[in-house]
């Protein structure tokens, strides 16, 4: 790898107003570990060399407990706040918003904390071991100046939940493997073996299945935190009277695309993903977990684990 070791900023400052609880911390390992472990375990042996938490105000200290008791002292990991009233220059605090900016902020809220390339995922998905050392060797492969940024694709029909409808990010994608195009899709479903979702506009749209998707697995170099506070500003020009609105990183990444700023290369994703956005998704992922453990892939006590990297 060309340089120092890249950092993993972890999005961990999520409502999760459909789960019902903390699902960043919900214990699935058989050791009461949570996804947020496994990331940081496939992080490190694919060589990451520090971690930045972003969570949400007030909850610091629950996740270094957390990260004390299970991760240990096997890699530095930094914690940033996710605060409201982080805004560009000039810009001011709406007194209705109480609800956080969204992913596009999340990730300008470890701006302060990263210095070199930097992979982006969220706490509560569990996107495999090669998902972190496609986006490692990346980093490392580029050889006139700085890399690429990209992102890892997942197809479409194995990121899907039959306990309701989910919001989904379709890439599309140019014949050099750069994306083009990133459209978030939401409310999509299986119903009688066909799948659809629905514009922000409300269109309905049917889909095969096959699209690749982001499940906000990224690679970054910082060039990026100029773009996403460029595209903020535009939307808080544009939305800041919306209390509900958000700056969804798809969006931000999306404006700098159409006007040429960013290049983003796709990696195809080689492991399954795995995620929680319902209370039944607990089980199944728990299961999922378990298989894993039961094939050798992680070890029994993720604890130990650590202590031997």
């Known amino acids: 790898m060309i340089g120092a070791p890249p950092t993993l900023v972890i999005l961990a400052a999520g409502l999760a107003s459909r789960y019902g609880g903390l699902k960043q911390l919900e214990p699935v390992g058989p050791r009461r570990e949570a996804l947020l472990d496994y990331n940081l375990y496939d992080a490190v042996r694919a060589g990451f060399g520090s971690v930045v938490l972003v969570v949400s105000p007030g909850l610091d200290k629950l996740f270094r407990q957390h990260i004390a008791d299970v991760v240990g002292d096997a890699v530095l990991v930094r914690y940033v706040s996710q605060e409201l009233d982080d805004l560009p220059e000039n810009q001011t605090l709406p007194p209705a918003r109480k609800k956080p900016w969204g992913t596009g902020h999340a990730v300008l809220a470890a701006r302060h904390a990263v210095t070199g390339p930097f992979a982006v995922s969220n706490a509560d998905d569990l996107y495999g071991a ?41 890439v599309e994608r140019d014949e050099a493997g750069y994306v083009v195009q990133l459209t978030e899709l939401e409310s999509i479903c299986k119903v009688e073996g066909r799948i659809s979702g629905t514009t922000v506009e409300g269109d309905r749209v049917e889909l095969t299945g096959d699209e690749l998707v982001s499940m906000n697995a990224w690679g970054f170099t910082p060039t990026v935190f100029t773009e996403l506070e460029r595209q903020f500003s535009v939307f808080l020009r544009d939305c800041a009277d919306d209390a509900s609105a958000e700056f969804l990183l798809s969006a931000g990444l999306n404006g700098s695309i159409g006007r040429g700023a960013l290049q983003i290369t796709v990696l195809q994703a080689r492991d399954q993903w795995f995620g929680m956005t319902f209370p039944e998704d607990r089980d199944r992922v728990r299961q999922a977990i378990a298989n894993l453990v039961a094939q050798g892939v992680y070890p029994e006590d993720l604890r130990e684990g650590f202590n031997q990297l």
Do not use: M, N, W
């Open 130 to 170: 090669s998902s972190y050392r496609q986006l490692a060797a990346h980093f490392g492969s580029g050889e006139d100046g700085e890399p690429t940024h990209a992102l890892v694709g997942y197809p479409l029909r194995k990121t899907l939940s039959p306990f309701g409808g989910l919001s989904r990010c379709i």
